[in-house]
């Protein structure tokens, strides 16, 4: 089973920057297709960003587009999120998700698409 642990989650000001982290532990056979959602105090979850398991492709919804910036590293097992220019409008909790699922074929905005969760970081965008 695969396990996703996030962090670097906190609180920043309005127009500040902040980098969160996931690290997959577990089973370490085949790649990993990650993303980033994120679920507000409405309790709605929202797709933010997605990457190929070797990097190669990214994805972004159109609130994020510009501001923020998904990698990984050379493993393939820690996807980061890099936050610029955050508004108080992105306040919300960061869950990690995975799929063994070639991302070419799902729907990456689609949580259910995702078979893999972490427990979620909070980011907080407040003056």
């Known amino acids: 089973q695969v396990q996703l642990v996030e962090s670097g989650g906190g609180s920043v000001q309005p127009g500040g920057s902040l980098a969160i982290t996931c690290a997959a532990a577990?089973?370490?056979?085949?790649?990993?297709?990650m993303a980033w959602f994120r679920q507000t105090s409405r309790n709605e979850r929202e797709f933010v960003s997605a990457i190929k398991w070797d990097g190669g492709w990214t994805h972004y919804s159109a609130s994020v587009r510009g501001r923020f910036t998904i990698s990984r590293d050379r493993a393939g097992r820690t996807v980061s999120l890099r936050m610029d220019y955050l508004k108080p409008e992105d306040t919300a909790v960061y869950f990690c998700a995975a799929t063994r699922t070639a991302i070419e074929t799902i729907e990456v905005s689609d949580d259910s698409e995702y078979e893999y969760w972490g427990q979620g970081t909070l980011v907080t965008v407040s003056s």
């Open positions: 577990g089973p370490t056979f085949g790649p990993l297709e």
